[in-house]
C-alpha cells in the first residue's frame, strides 16, 4: 500500500519595520510545501517527504527572505524473523537574507527592530527631498549591502534488532550528524542627503571605509548506541 499525501497551506505573520509608529502586523505569507509517500508490506514500511518553506521577511524597505529545503526518508524491514534493521535519514538546507546594518554589520534584523523603541515619532522617514532622513537611520537598512547565511544539515541512523532467542532482545545503533553554517556580511558607503540635495557620507561603524566578513562551521558528530534485554515471565516457568 501506498499513501501520498500533499499540504500547502499560507499563515499571515511579521511585522514590518516603521520608525514613526510602533511595528504593526501586515500580511506576508508563509508557504510551506510538503509532500510525503507512506507505504510498505508485511515485512517493510517507509516513509519519504519533501519540504519546501518562503518566508518573505520582517521588513518593510528591504528584500530580507529566510529559504528552506528538507527531506526525510525512513524505512524499516523485517530480514528474518530475528533480525530487523532500519535507517533513519534527515536533510535540509536553510538560506537567509538579512540586510548588514551598518550601525553593526554582523548584528541581526532584532536588533534593528529593537532600535526603533528610541526613535521619536516626530522624525520623519523621508526628507523633502524625498531621501531617507539621516535622523531615524532607516538609510542604514534600506541601502545595506545582504548578510547572506547558509546552513545544512544532516542526520543519520541506522539501528538493528536482534532477537537470538525468545524473551532476548539485542539492540543498537549509530548516528551521524554532519551541520555546516557559511555566512558572509559586508559594510558598504552609506550616503545622506543635505537640505540642499548634495550627497555626504554618513556615518556609523566607520565612515569612509568598506568591510567584509566571512565566517564558516563545521561540526561532526557521532553516537553509537548498543543494549540488551532479557524477558522471563513467572507464568512461563510454572506452565513448564
Not at 527531506?71 to 524473523?81: G, P
Not at 544532516?154 to 532477537?163: E, H, L, S
Not at 524473551?167 to 543635505?194: E, P
Amino acid at each position: 500500500m501506498v499513501l501520498l499525501t500533499w499540504r500547502r497551506w499560507s499563515v499571515l505573520k511579521k511585522y514590518y519595520y516603521d520608525p514613526t509608529s510602533i511595528p504593526n502586523n501586515v500580511p506576508q505569507r508563509d508557504n510551506p510545501d510538503r509532500c510525503s509517500i507512506r507505504g510498505g508490506s508485511d515485512k517493510t514500511t517507509y516513509v519519504m517527504s519533501l519540504g519546501y518553506l518562503k518566508d518573505e521577511g520582517k521588513l518593510r524597505y528591504y528584500d530580507d527572505h529566510y529559504q528552506r529545503y528538507n527531506a526525510l526518508a525512513k524505512i524499516t524491514t523485517d530480514v528474518t524473523k530475528w533480525l530487523t534493521v532500519g535507517l533513519n535519514v534527515r536533510y535540509s538546507h536553510e538560506k537567509s537574507v538579512s540586510p548588514a546594518y551598518g550601525m553593526n554589520p554582523g548584528g541581526s534584523v532584532n536588533d534593528m527592530i529593537g532600535w526603533t523603541q528610541v526613535v521619536w515619532p516626530t522624525i520623519p522617514v523621508r526628507d523633502p527631498n524625498g531621501h531617507f532622513s539621516p535622523a531615524e537611520r532607516m538609510v542604514f537598512i534600506a541601502d545595506a549591502n545582504p548578510q547572506t547565511s547558509y546552513t545544512d544539515n544532516f542526520w543519520g541512523t541506522a539501528n538493528v534488532v536482534i532477537k537470538p532467542l525468545k524473551g532476548w532482545t539485542i539492540n543498537a545503533d549509530f548516528t551521524y550528524n554532519k551541520w555546516m553554517n557559511k555566512r558572509s556580511y559586508s559594510k558598504g558607503l552609506i550616503y545622506s542627503y543635505s537640505v540642499s540635495n548634495e550627497p555626504y557620507l554618513e556615518g556609523g561603524f566607520g565612515t569612509e571605509d568598506t568591510r567584509v566578513w566571512q565566517e564558516s562551521n563545521n561540526d561532526d558528530f557521532t553516537s553509537m548506541n548498543a543494549y540488551t534485554t532479557y524477558e522471563k515471565s513467572s507464568r512461563d516457568t510454572i506452565s513448564r
